[in-house]
Structures are given as structure tokens and as C-alpha cells.
């Protein structure tokens, strides 16, 4: 399997390539040459099957030569050995057709476990096999920079920096991050937006003689292993409603839409989705975006929702991709217009994406009234993301298709904003309760391309 980039203008790369690499030299996100039909007959078989072997079925034609089947059987089993639920990804009931899909049970509580883990097993897998050693950037809202630093601490051949917006994250998240005692973890308090600190790790890749000199790898939403690794759990959970023998619909809480585009592939795949649904809180440029074609972000409004406050969403390249005939240049021309302010996709475009996606979009007070409702109703405490899902996906359900709602994160890890919605406190697990009494370690950094750099080479130094 051979990887090429949305926009057409970089070399094409195998998987262990492009997961290595995350972004494109032209820019651009790397996706598969072609994607792989998986036959009804395979689907049906995994019903029942563990999911970890499900996950081996469904990514292995994605993954060439990389790994051997056995070597990277061992991959998935050490990525999700450390999950807190033995079903992975259990499926819960909310109300007659509409499911809840629980993606918090992995070490940091939040969906992003599932790519990261496995990420983080396949680049040591990887980079142990050739003797060599990178640095990981990458920006955070929270929950991905706690995910890669649970997932890369303390191996032997990864440093790992993750820039977050300085007091715009939880302080579940923050502490995830900054209390990991590994000297090859380096947590960085960016001030600015979570916009900023990916436009500066955006920068650091274009930037080739500083990306060459401290090998810069990247884990972001933007590295297609992740992309993949969460195709997986659309798999399972339509499975064991019926599929592929049964429609279903999946709503998606959303911000770079790594996610939903994971559902995008699943569908590809040959999974019967009826209906992706974009769910937003009330930075809903892709909300807007899908109902009006226009994509022009207008600054982020702090919510409390924060891992998707989000006015750059850098996998909808990828969907504009396929929505665009796989057009790399006119996928090249619409992000140049993005850096001078928006676009407007083409009408076709528009069409073709509506054929897979909805969208709505929840603001704070409705994002409350689901917490609350949903607790009073079936006893589940949603995440304000999480709840953000439920919101949108009972607009847009219908009697006919079960709906499948992703829960992105255990409400311990926003336990204010779940208080104050519902009236309970939501206890972290067990297995992290002495969080909030280890010591934290972070550096302060300016806005700035050329002091984060310096930072960097600095520390991968010593
Ligand atoms: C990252 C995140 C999202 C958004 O996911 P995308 O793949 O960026 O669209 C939603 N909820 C939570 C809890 C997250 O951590």
C-alpha cells in the first residue's frame, strides 16, 4: 500500500513512511492510494471477535510490509493491554435507537488513547528496528498531548514535546501532561489558542532544516496511523448492532475531524453508514462550512467543550480530497486561500460531501441541558463533548437507523463544567486517583517560531 498526499506535490511513501513522517512536504496530509473494500462476509465475522483481533483484521491491508502479522499482532496487544475495559470500546444503551460508544477507558480518559497507544507501540516497534531516534512536536487542546505523552514516556528513542494553550486546558488534562516524570517528555505552555500552537508546529514542519536536524516526527490528527487506528472501533460497534446486515449512523463531537473522517474511511471500507453526523459546539465553522459551503474561521470563543474549539480543522483537507474527485491541485488552491482568509467549496464538492455528512451544532447552555438530561434520563454522565454528541444526534435521528453517539471522554476528565451541569462529581477511575498530588514540570513559551525552536534543539541536546 502506497501513500499519497492530498496535494499532489510530495513523493508517494509506505505506511511505516508516512506514519513516521506526519505531514507532507507539499503541505498536505498523507492518504491511502486506494482504500480497500473489506467483502460482507468478512464484516459479519467479527462479530464476536476480541477487539484487538478486529483491529488486526480491519488495519492490516493498511499497513503493507511494515510489520509482520505476528509482529504486529503484538503491536495491538501491548497498545490496548493498559485499557481499563475489556471490550475496548463498550456500547451502551441511551434510549430506544440511540447508542452511546465509550472511547474514554484508555490511560488518559479520553478517545485519543486508541490511536496514540498504537502509534506509540509502532514507532518504537519501528525506530528500535533501525537504531534511529526522533523528536515529537505536537499541538494540543488537551486531550492529544496527554494521549502522546502516556503513550511515548520513557522510550528510548522519542523525545516528546507537546505545545498547549496556557490555562486553556482542564486540570485533569494539564496534569496529565506536566506530572509524567521522563526526561523525554517536555510539556510547553504556549500563549495563544490552540490555532497558535498548531500553526507553530505546522511551521517547525515547513521549516526542513530544522525538521531534518532534530528529525521531527509528528503525531497530530494529521498522521494517517491515527486516522486509521480509529477506523477500527466504527467496525466493532456497527457490528454488534447488525452490520453489515443493518444500517447505522454514527454522531461524531468535532474538531480537527480526525474522527468522523476515521467514519469516512469506514464507509469507504465498505461499513453501511447511513448518516455521519458533525457535531460542534459553538466554534461551528465546519457546521457552517457543511450547510453553507463557506469555510472562514472567525476566531475561537473559549467553551467547555475545549478540545473542540477548533477554527482550523486540519483533516478536512483529507475530506475535501475526495470531495474534490482527488484533485490535489485544487485541494492546494483552496488551502491557499484558506491563508488568505477562507473559501468557498465548489458546488460539486459541496454535493459530494453532503452525500456522507450532516452536521448541527450545540451551544453551552444546550451542551449543560444534555449533561443533565442524559443523567437524569439513563444514569450516564456525558463529557461536555460527549454531550455535545448526544445534543446534535437527537436532532438529527431517525426511527429506522440505530444512531451510535461517540462518547470522546470520561466526565472525570472536565469534572467542573459536569458539576455545574448536572449537580455530580464525577470521580476519576481508580487507577489515577492520585493525580491531583504529583508534582508538575512545564516551561512557559512565548508565541514564537524561532524561541521554540531553540527550546527544542536545546533539549534533545542533553
Ligand atoms: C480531540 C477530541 C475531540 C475532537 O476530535 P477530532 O478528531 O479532533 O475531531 C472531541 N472530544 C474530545 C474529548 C477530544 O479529545
Known amino acids: 500500500m502506497k501513500y499519497i498526499s492530498t496535494r499532489g506535490r510530495a513523493p508517494t511513501l509506505s505506511f511505516e513512511e508516512a506514519m ?24 459479519r465475522a467479527l462479530e464476536g471477535v476480541s477487539y484487538e483481533e478486529a483491529a488486526f483484521r480491519v ?13 504486529f499482532r503484538g503491536i495491538i496487544a501491548r497498545a490496548y493491554e493498559g485499557f481499563g475495559h475489556a471490550a475496548r ?19 488518559t480518559l479520553a478517545f485519543k488513547d486508541f490511536a496514540m497507544q498504537l502509534i506509540g507501540q509502532m514507532f518504537e516497534f ?9 523528536s515529537i512536536v505536537g499541538a494540543t487542546s488537551g486531550d492529544t498531548g496527554s494521549a502522546a505523552i ?26 496529565q501532561m506536566t506530572t509524567p516524570g521522563e526526561s523525554n517528555v517536555h510539556a510547553l505552555a504556549i500563549d495563544g489558542h490552540f490555532d497558535d500552537a498548531q500553526a507553530r508546529v505546522k511551521d517547525m514542519f515547513n521549516d526542513f532544516e530544522f525538521r531534518d536536524g532534530v528529525r521531527l516526527a509528528g503525531v497530530n490528527s494529521i498522521n494517517w496511523a491515527r486516522v486509521l487506528a480509529q477506523v477500527v472501533y466504527y467496525f466493532t460497534s456497527a457490528v454488534s448492532l447488525g452490520a453489515p446486515d443493518r444500517k447505522v449512523s454514527f454522531t461524531v463531537p468535532t474538531g480537527n475531524f480526525g474522527d468522523v473522517f476515521a467514519g469516512y474511511i469506514a464507509k469507504r471500507m465498505g461499513l453501511p453508514i447511513d448518516r455521519l453526523v458533525v457535531a460542534t459546539n459553538q466554534n ?3 457546521h457552517r462550512c457543511l450547510s453553507t459551503g463557506d469555510y472562514r474561521p472567525d476566531g475561537v470563543a473559549p467553551s467547555i467543550s475545549p478540545s473542540m474549539d477548533i477554527q482550523v480543522s486540519s483533516n478536512f483537507e483529507r475530506a475535501l480530497f475526495y470531495a474534490y474527485g482527488q484533485d490535489g491541485n485544487a485541494v492546494g488552491q483552496v488551502m491557499d486561500e484558506l491563508k488568505a482568509g477562507g473559501f468557498t467549496v465548489s458546488q460539486g464538492a459541496l454535493e459530494a460531501l453532503r452525500e456522507t455528512f450532516d452536521s448541527g451544532r450545540c451551544d453551552e447552555d444546550q451542551t449543560r441541558a444534555a449533561i443533565r438530561e442524559t443523567w437524569g434520563a439513563s444514569g450516564e454522565l456525558l463529557c461536555p463533548h460527549s454531550a455535545v454528541g448526544v445534543h446534535v444526534a437527537e436532532a438529527q435521528r431517525d426511527a429506522h437507523v440505530p444512531m451510535i453517539t461517540l462518547a470522546t471522554a470520561h466526565p472525570a476528565k472536565f469534572p467542573a463544567a459536569v458539576e455545574e451541569a448536572s449537580g455530580i462529581h464525577p470521580p476519576l477511575p ?3 486517583a492520585d493525580l ?7 516551561t512557559r513559551v512565548e508565541n514564537d517560531l524561532s524561541a521554540i525552536e531553540t527550546l527544542i534543539k536545546e533539549r534533545i541536546a542533553h
Do not use: C, N
Open 20 to 43: 513516521l513522517t506526519g505531514l507532507a512536504r507539499d503541505g498536505g496530509l498523507y492518504l491511502p492510494e486506494s482504500i480497500p473494500v473489506m467483502a460482507a462476509d468478512d464484516i
Open 59 to 71: 488495519m492490516r491491508p493498511y499497513i503493507g510490509d511494515a510489520f509482520t502479522d505476528d509482529e
Open 89 to 107: 470500546a463498550p456500547l451502551k444503551q441511551l434510549d430506544s435507537g440511540h447508542f452511546l460508544l465509550e472511547l474514554f477507558h484508555g490511560p
Open 126 to 134: 519501528s525506530l528500535k528496528r533501525s537504531g534511529s531516534r526522533v
Open 150 to 175: 502516556e503513550a511515548f514516556r520513557g522510550l528510548d528513542a522519542v523525545d516528546v514535546f507537546i505545545l498547549y494553550p496556557h490555562g486553556r486546558v482542564s486540570e485533569v488534562q494539564r496534569r
Open 284 to 286: 461551528d465553522i465546519l
Open 430 to 432: 481508580a487507577r489515577m
Open 436 to 442: 491531583y498530588e504529583r508534582d508538575e514540570r512545564v
